[in-house]
């Protein structure tokens, strides 16, 4: 009987703990650090195929593109070495260019590639206060780039692992940053119902912290005092240099899970999911489809894919979308999300070329195409 009393009373007085706490703690209903990352380009993608299936995409990499989405899925390739560009013309008069490389070995037990990758624009006209007009004819550009190295195993024949390492330079004119950063991915596959089935999670962009420096922040400063007999104008400025605050990377989290519901020796039908936890900006998800036709002894193949992703910060309301088209002269800005693209292939002898392209749709912002060639070697 004592030993329920006692229970009952420990009982009530971590009941009444948990209510006084709850109500001394206040956890605010927004905790995310939204817009607190720097080197956001690294989240650009890499790609046309990766792109038009950015809602899946991390289950679904097998080729050269894993080096960017999922390392794991490097010792699913084709036997051979796989190389492939990308060109992103975007917003601003802004480029985005990505390059792998990447191969298999030992019988598939091991994959490495190489891969790169850069944002920006140049010869942008400076404008200041002194100098509104850029008379001056002064120029800047901004140049943001990485270079990465993966390295994968298949450690039995349904799991892999992956792991990327990153070198991230950023250049805003005059001033400059570096970081390193690290990439792990696994990727489980099997078979369910007779067909593919594989389920992945990634972590991406884990590293060191951005923080810029250089001749860009550099000022002249001229002192001040209250004091009649200082002058008010001092003919020798003390050079100073701003110091930039550090900010980290865009790191995110992401789980995929694609299943196969064709398979045969000629078609195949894949449908995915993928949800995204990221550090800078709220969760998001999203969902893809891919039809593939490859005949095992046709030359040519076609492909169609697509996926939507769904970011709630980019969840306008009715009056806000229109508004915000009107102004930037933008139709269709509910298509926030929609990617859809195409590919073709074409085997000759042991060679293969690859064309791939994407309709990417980002809202009030409008729509932007993305173009892939890719070669390999079986």
Known sequence: MQKLIRSALALAFLATA???????????EENTNIGTASGEFLMLGAGARGMALGG????????????????????????????????????????YFWLGLAFPFSTGDYAIGLSLGNFGFGSAPVYTEEDPTN?????????????????????IDRFTGGLTLK?????????SAQAFSID???????????????????????????????????????PTSDDPDVPSANLDPAPSRFRAQSFPLPTVFRVGLVYDVLSTASSRATLGGEFNEP??????????????????????????????????????SAQEDLAIGQSLDVEDTGLDGLAIGAGLKYRFSNYEARMDYTYRHFGALGSINVFTLAFGIR
Do not use: C, K
């Not at 794991?72 to 802004?94: C, D």
């Open 18 to 28: 948990a209510e006084v706490a709850s109500a001394q703690i206040q956890v605010p």
């Open 56 to 95: 899946s995409f991390t289950a679904m990499a097998s080729d050269v593109e894993a080096l960017y989405y999922n390392p794991a899925g490097l010792p699913l390739m084709e036997p051979g070495l796989q190389v492939m560009a990308t060109a992103m013309p975007y917003f601003a008069n802004t480029n």
């Open 135 to 155: 008379a001056s004819d002064q120029t800047y550009g901004v140049s943001q780039s990485f270079v990465a190295l993966s390295f994968a195993h298949a450690f």
């Open 167 to 175: 070198y991230i330079q950023d250049r805003l004119g005059d001033a």
């Open 184 to 222: 792990v991915g696994t990727n489980f596959h099997t078979e369910f119902a007779g067909r593919p089935i594989a389920f992945a999670v990634v972590i991406q962009n884990l590293g060191s912290q951005l923080e810029h420096s250089g001749s860009g922040l550099d000022v002249n400063v001229f």
């Open 279 to 316: 550090n800078n900006t709220d969760p998001s998800w999203g969902f893809a489809g891919e039809y593939e036709w490859l005949p095992p002894d046709g030359p040519i193949g076609a492909a169609l894919r697509g996926s939507y992703s769904f970011q709630p910060d980019n969840t306008l």
